[in-house]
């Protein structure tokens, strides 16, 4: 079965920087749309930044965009998610997930939508940044 294994949380000071890994198992991510998401205790799960992994086209949520960055290596069939400029408000538990429909932009360039329904979740990563 497909495996998506999270790694790279931990505790830091805000202001600090993680980097997040997602090793994927039996299933390539080759082509297909990858993506980060959050959810801190109370919340709703949010998608934080994807990547199609075919053109490499990201988007991120507009809380993290300019701080956040995804990126993908198809040779160790790996997916990051580097964080800098880390504030409180990023506290979470972060979940690597894969497969989802691609979609289309106005200009017909293809994309992943941070709310498409992904098929496959890691077990997640707690990321605590303190003040």
């Known amino acids: 079965q497909v495996q998506l294994v999270e790694s790279g949380g931990g505790s830091v000071l805000a202001g600090g920087s993680l980097r997040l890994s997602c090793a994927a198992s039996?299933?390539?991510?080759?082509?297909?749309?990858m993506g980060w998401f959050r959810q801190a205790p109370g919340k709703e799960r949010e998608g934080v930044a994807t990547i199609y992994t075919r053109t490499g086209r990201t988007a991120y949520a507009d809380s993290v965009k300019g701080r956040f960055t995804i990126s993908e290596d198809n040779g160790k069939n790996t997916v990051y998610l580097q964080m800098n400029s880390l504030k409180p408000e990023d506290t979470a538990m972060y979940y690597c997930?894969?497969?989802?429909?691609?979609?289309?932009?106005?200009?017909?360039?293809?994309?992943?939508?941070?709310?498409?329904?992904?098929?496959?979740w890691g077990q997640g990563t707690q990321v605590t940044v303190s003040s």
């Open positions: 997930a894969a497969d989802a429909p691609i979609s289309w932009d106005r200009s017909s360039y293809s994309y992943c939508k941070l709310d498409a329904a992904y098929n496959y």
């Open positions: 039996r299933y390539t991510i080759r082509g297909n749309c």
